[in-house]
């Protein structure tokens, strides 16, 4: 069954030639506001002392320039960023408010890691004091952390959690299974942020390095995340709350990949919601060929579609995002061309978009940089406004990137 269609006459982009190095940092994400205003953040080495912190910095021409940076973390040096493990950048519904949520070394063990928040009024950036999300208070990993804010301005986050890794996991021999460490986990805040409620568990044997994702869907909360099964299968699941995320139902398998794996793939699926329409994307070898699918739901995540390959024409397709904004959905991934270098070629990012309409829109190679690119982020802007961000290291130094493009017709 083939989910979509490309538009007729199908949508075009046009990205800026080049990519710009926005700052020495990395894992750049930006946030697009009705004002015109963009907004990002990103980690970078600790301005005083060792580790890294969390900076925060803003535009008021849409990119061409960014004022000062602004340090989001009030600990210094606290903030843990690897990989799938970085931080994120929400708003609330009238944009008034934003949030930061980020992985930050335990104090007690800088070893382990504590899920931490902050908060600030948007047109007068002054970063809250952060506080501590998990509650458990205890010396164990809490990280690779999802975030959302539903549109009544709840703020949800979900989190791979190890604080009952015994009682959860026992012996792995017995379970047939390797690596499913950890426990999926989940707080919300009813204040705008200043308090977050007790810890909730959703789910156990979890893939421990895949990032959780949230969503909200016909007036129901989504988590998704990586499942360790017998087998050591490891294929994504979803799981929704009809009550803001007290009580969760039980989990969806999203698509049966039958990948196995004896170890964690360190890629998370990501959802999002367009027209109440939920939509996961996620990377799978469960046929034998690394491949990006997509796959949706128009019941708030008790079902889901067939899925369907997003990522023909690449060869290592890896760690797609979703965003929605400006009407629309738009999908990132960084992947090879096939057909450069017998498939060996530079990481680039590839760029797909869904309208209203709900078809989808034909795979562009939107940009690449001096070298691979690593872990980008999209956001949508008003007037068809495309802001894509990556990582890139250059003679050994990571760099924080900032791709513009725009729709130019078939909109």
């Known amino acids: 069954m083939v989910l979509f269609a490309a538009t007729v006459p199908a949508i075009q982009f046009a990205f800026e030639k080049e990519p710009r190095l926005i700052v020495a940092g990395r894992s750049p994400k930006y946030l697009a506001r009705r004002s015109h205003g963009l907004q990002m953040i990103y980690s970078a080495k600790a301005q005083n002392g060792p580790g890294q912190d969390l900076f925060f910095q803003t535009s008021s021409d849409v990119g061409d320039s960014f004022e000062g940076a602004l340090r989001v973390n009030n600990v210094p040096g606290e903030v843990s960023d690897h990989g799938e493990n970085s931080a994120q950048l929400l708003a609330s519904p009238d944009e008034a408010t934003l949030y930061a949520v980020w992985n930050a070394r335990d104090p007690k063990d800088p070893s382990l890691s504590i899920v931490r928040f902050s908060r600030c009024a948007a047109m007068r950036p002054a970063w809250s004091p952060a506080i501590t999300v998990n509650d458990d208070n205890q010396p164990v990993s809490h990280a690779f952390q999802g975030a959302a804010v539903g549109p009544d301005g709840v703020i949800y986050i979900a989190w791979l959690d190890g604080r009952n890794r015994k009682e959860s996991h026992g012996d792995h021999a017995s379970h047939e299974f390797t690596g499913g460490t950890s426990d999926l986990y989940f707080s919300r805040s009813l204040d705008g942020g200043k308090t977050f409620e007790k810890n909730v568990r959703i789910a156990s044997n979890v893939c421990p390095c895949c ?36 009580t969760w139902g039980k989990p969806v398998l999203v698509a049966r ?37 997509l796959a949706w739901s128009d019941n708030g995540g008790e079902n889901f579609s067939p899925k369907q ?46 309208p209203a309409g709900g078809a989808i829109s034909r795979l562009v190679r939107a940009g690449e940089g001096k070298s691979s690119v690593s872990y980008p982020s999209v956001a949508l802007g008003m007037s068809g406004r495309i802001f894509l961000g990556w990582t890139e290291t250059v003679d050994g130094k990571p760099g924080a990137y900032l791709l513009r493009g725009r729709i130019t017709d078939g909109r």
């Open 257 to 293: 990949d039958s990948w196995k794996i004896k170890g964690c793939p360190h890629c998370g699926s990501a959802l999002a919601t367009l027209n109440n329409r939920l939509y996961v994307s996620w990377f799978t070898e469960g046929g034998g060929k690394p491949v990006i699918n």
């Open 309 to 354: 390959p997003i990522s023909d024409g690449t060869t290592d397709p890896t760690h797609p995002q979703i965003a929605t904004g400006d009407g629309k959905l738009a999908i990132v991934f960084q992947a090879r061309d096939a057909a450069q270098g017998s498939g060996w070629g530079k990481m680039g990012v590839y760029y797909r978009e869904i």
């Open 211 to 246: 990032r959780a994702s949230i969503a909200v869907a016909r007036g129901r909360v989504l988590v998704s995340w990586r499942q360790v099964e017998p087998g050591d299968v490891r294929d994504i699941y979803v799981a929704g709350s009809a009550d803001r995320g007290q």
